[in-house]
């Protein structure tokens, strides 16, 4: 980790940025679920939220301001690229087994598609988002001959004070330059963060190549590990549907998913769980574990307390609690 930097400077949303501030849990997850897609949101404290969103959406990019004055934990996935700039100091990410704590010389880029967890203490955060497509074309353009597909790794990623202020200046830009009416001066400055995005995966290896036969293999093998999470899943069948050797599957997986093939199952199948324990009536933990293919009840509570930030009868009661419509 670098030593000595000083505390990043975020910058502030201007007056011209989009708002959203709600005291009330449900409604910040109906909020968030619409923006950004399905995710599960828990918090840890008592207390009043404060919860505040503000955010600047470009034709390619977007920057995003988020305060909360609670602990909390979130579980989702991004659908475009999304690099998590400043979060408060003791946010712990988590994918798969790997996890990783935030302090202010780390970033976390987030790969669009992966499902994360975070937990966060209160406070402020600031990222920046880039269309996926654009930001493909940018890093083809640059790499030129590569030849495969390109793969995005969810990763924490160590910026020192030159690279942070190179991202912070160019979002800085693209902010004033979204508050005026010169649609030209907006295109370019969206350029040059875009740019600022790239030159920041590239040089810390959040990206990485994959021949286009894997990548359709394993997008297949994924769908088939989605319908039958009920069955007995092990390598060998991983690799006989997938019609590969153990050490080619073991590769693209940490490759595409950043995590092993079972621990992938695993992940689905905690996704499943959940929701079934949230979306039916059932009161019976141990069943659903069984059912989807957990066999020790006492490891499926320990698992799935890291990914949502609750136990699974915290899900239940949670779950009954909701009113009827």
Request: glycine share 8%; net charge positive; with cysteine.
């Amino acid at each position: 980790m670098s030593i000595g930097l000083k505390p990043l400077a975020i910058p502030m949303p201007p007056p011209w940025a989009r708002q959203f501030r709600s005291d009330d849990l449900d409604e910040v997850r109906a909020f968030v679920g619409r923006m950004f897609g399905d995710h599960s949101r828990v918090t840890h404290q008592p207390g009043t939220l404060g919860f505040s969103l503000s955010w600047l959406t470009g034709a390619s990019a977007v920057l995003g301001w988020g305060q909360a004055a609670l602990e909390k934990t979130v579980r989702g996935a991004v659908s475009d690229p999304v690099l998590h700039l400043s979060m408060p100091t003791g946010s712990v990410y988590r994918l798969g087994r790997r996890a990783h704590a935030v302090s202010r010389a780390t970033a976390t880029f987030l790969a669009p598609g992966l499902e994360f967890t975070r937990r966060s203490p209160a406070g402020q955060s600031f990222v920046i988002g880039v269309q996926q497509r654009k930001l493909v074309d940018e890093i083809e353009a640059r790499c030129a001959g590569g030849g495969g597909d390109l793969v995005f790794r969810t990763r924490p990623i160590e910026l020192d004070e030159i690279e942070q202020a190179r991202l912070v200046t160019a979002a800085v830009d693209f902010s004033h330059a979204m508050g005026g009416a010169d649609r030209l001066q907006i295109l370019r400055s969206e350029a040059r963060l875009v740019s600022a995005f790239a030159d920041t995966l590239l040089r810390e290896s959040a990206v990485a190549r994959a021949r286009a036969t894997p990548t359709q293999r394993i997008t297949s093998l994924e769908a088939w590990i989605e319908a039958h999470l009920d069955e007995p899943i092990t390598v060998g069948r991983l690799c006989a549907v997938a019609g590969v050797g153990e050490r080619s599957l073991q590769k693209s997986f940490l490759t595409h998913r950043g995590m092993s093939p079972m621990r992938f199952v695993t992940e689905r199948r905690l996704a499943a769980a959940r929701r079934q324990l949230m979306t039916t009536n059932t009161r019976d933990v141990t069943s659903v574990a069984l059912q989807i293919g957990f066999s020790h009840v006492g490891r499926f509570a320990q698992l799935y307390r890291q990914a949502f930030g609750e136990t699974p009868s915290e899900s239940v009661r949670r779950a009954s609690r909701r009113p009827v419509v």
